[in-house]
């Protein structure tokens, strides 16, 4: 199997996984939806590791990222470190799906993943400005009206993080 094969296949994985993640909004079934989501994103990042060693990076990021999850629900103030960790996922994930995109000749796809962490990128950016404008009393309506945008914005990186996964891993896989 190619390196770009195995890269598709794990980003196939990522993908089906970031799917699950969504149901976790449901009580009871969702949340195992979405460990189940977790598990299999971790699994499709490990097995991407065998093509790219930016994987191999993002998957130890991801595991921290979830130890401090943990840790998040006893100390409830390492939620910041956690949306770096989140950030900074998505950043490897994207910029080293882009460089291989851009080896094998997709260049459209490879710059659409260049999009999609830069917004992410200027969304956590906004949010953390959002988060220190409600811890003061005058300015958190501020915070709240900025807040909003943010979240849709958020959103639709979201979505355009699972597309992209989605058409990396078809693109590689083929």
Same mark, same amino acid.
């Given at each position: 199997?190619?390196?770009?094969?195995?890269?598709?296949?794990?980003?196939?994985?990522?993908?089906?996984?970031?799917?699950?993640?969504?149901?976790?909004?449901?009580?009871?079934?969702?949340?195992?939806?979405?460990?189940?989501?977790?598990?299999?994103?971790?699994?499709?990042?490990?097995?991407?590791?065998?093509?790219?060693?930016?994987?191999?990076?993002?998957?130890?990021?991801?595991?921290?990222?979830?130890?401090?999850?943990?840790?998040?629900?006893?100390?409830?103030?390492?939620?910041?470190?956690?949306?770096?960790?989140?950030?900074?996922?998505?950043?490897?994930?994207?910029?080293?799906?882009?460089?291989?995109?851009?080896?094998?000749?997709?260049?459209?796809?490879?710059?659409?993943?260049? $999009?999609?962490?830069? =917004?992410? !990128?200027?969304? *956590?950016?906004? #949010?953390?400005?959002? %988060? @220190? +404008?409600?811890?003061?009393? &005058?300015?958190?309506? $501020?915070?709240?009206? =900025?807040? !909003?945008?943010? *979240?849709?914005? #958020?959103?639709?990186? %979201? @979505? +355009?993080?699972?597309?992209? &996964?989605?058409?990396?891993?078809?693109?590689?896989?083929?």
């Amino acid at each position: 199997m190619s390196h770009y094969a195995i890269a598709g296949s794990g980003l196939e994985k990522m993908f089906y996984g970031q799917i699950l993640t969504i149901f976790g909004i449901i009580p009871l079934i969702g949340w195992i939806a979405a460990i189940a989501g977790m598990v299999l994103f971790l699994v499709g990042l490990h097995e991407a590791a065998g093509a790219d060693e930016g994987y191999r990076a993002a998957f130890y990021v991801e595991i921290a990222m979830l130890a401090l999850s943990v840790l998040n629900l006893f100390l409830g103030v390492l939620g910041i470190f956690t949306s770096a960790l989140s950030l900074v996922t998505v950043y490897l994930v994207c910029s080293t799906t882009s460089s291989l995109l851009s080896a094998k000749g997709v260049l459209a796809a490879a710059a659409r993943g260049q $999009l999609v962490w830069k =917004i992410y !990128v200027v969304c *956590a950016v906004v #949010s953390i400005i959002c %988060s @220190i +404008l409600l811890i003061f009393q &005058l300015l958190n309506v $501020l915070g709240l009206v =900025i807040a !909003v945008p943010n *979240a849709i914005a #958020s959103l639709v990186g %979201s @979505i +355009l993080y699972m597309v992209f &996964l989605y058409q990396a891993s078809r693109s590689l896989r083929y």
